[in-house]
């Protein structure tokens, strides 16, 4: 069976189309009680996209943390949060962050209208009910967050997504000149994972026209943006990631993921950084995506934390490499039905305590 996917129901790109908010969101306040919730990364606190976010009168601003990734506890407290503004559900909610805050957005809007907690809906299709519109607004590029089904979460468990049709953003708004102040190390990192994306997807078994078809040119972009140094760069990198996203969409992703998961949820690093670290010892697997990420780091002169997992305890171990093979998908994407056979346990391990 083939897929059949949902998609991003509206996109706006362009410099400075963050303008063009207020206009998109008129049309979805159909009565004086409406209100919109902009859920924002705390890091723009003090700064002037503040004052550009248009919040109407009954309309609320939460300031959103991430310091540590999204967690469902967070997710659930959030969700109570909103519930507990007005007797009413609120007409939208917008998320303006980086993967992590658009992650959030996606999984607020998924647990007003769903009861219990969200650690009840990590997995596929589990989601019963449409979520409230729900617009994302990137401020880093290269997670595909904006197009992707999932929310990625950290519950009681695992790390895992809310993989479902009703996760998808009904609108995005791809602003570029969002994206221009991200740090240096971080843009890296985040656009690295878009690259990683499309290494892992070309190279995977699952692998059709259509993946390939974003692939490529998501990878292209990203060769552009981090082996060139173009002016029109953020603009590059943001098309990278929304190609790069529709490419695992309809492919998937692999190993560096896999053992990235693990890593994120033992240790609490984060996806990006998370994924350079994995990646640069796979180049037994990814040999030639290995070699042109190396050249991509030393060029941003990047240096990349080492003897992570070395010293870690046995039971935690054990835990990074149950994270890892739950994502049994990406396993087979990799290395084809017969994975079980090629990456065992021990096998796994010696990854990791490489790293
Ligand atoms: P992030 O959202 O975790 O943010 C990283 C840091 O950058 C944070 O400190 C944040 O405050 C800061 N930041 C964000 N924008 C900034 C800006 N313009 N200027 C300065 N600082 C800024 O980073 P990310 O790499 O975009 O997202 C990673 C998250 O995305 C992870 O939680 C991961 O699980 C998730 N993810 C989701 C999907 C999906 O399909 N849903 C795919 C990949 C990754
Ligand atoms: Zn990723």
Known sequence: MFRNFKMVSYVVFGRGCFNQLDGILAKRRPSDDSFMVYMVDDVFQNDSLKNRVPVKNKD????????DEPKTT???????KIKDFSYRLPDGIIGIGGGSTMDLAKAVSLMLTNSGSSADYQGWDLV?????YHVGIPTLSGTGAEVSRTTVLSGPEKKLGINSDFTVFDQILLDPELIAGAPKDQRFYTGMDCY???VESLNGTYLNAFSKAYGEKALELCREVFLGDGPDS????MMASYCG???????QVGICHAL???LGFVLGIHHGIGNCIVFDYLEDYYSQGVREFREMMERHDIHLPRNLVAGVESDKLEKMVDVALVLEPLWE????ADWKQIMTRDKIKELYQKM
């Open 260 to 262: 990235s998961y693990g």
């Open 234 to 237: 953020d603009d590059k990198l």
């Open 245 to 251: 996203g529709m490419s695992i969409a309809y492919s």
């Open 74 to 80: 967070y997710v659930d407290a959030l969700t109570q």
């Open 128 to 132: 019963k009910n449409e979520a409230i």
């Open 333 to 336: 994407n990799a290395l084809g």
């Open 196 to 198: 990683i994306h499309c």
């Open 60 to 67: 609320k601003l939460i300031w959103v943390n991430v310091d």
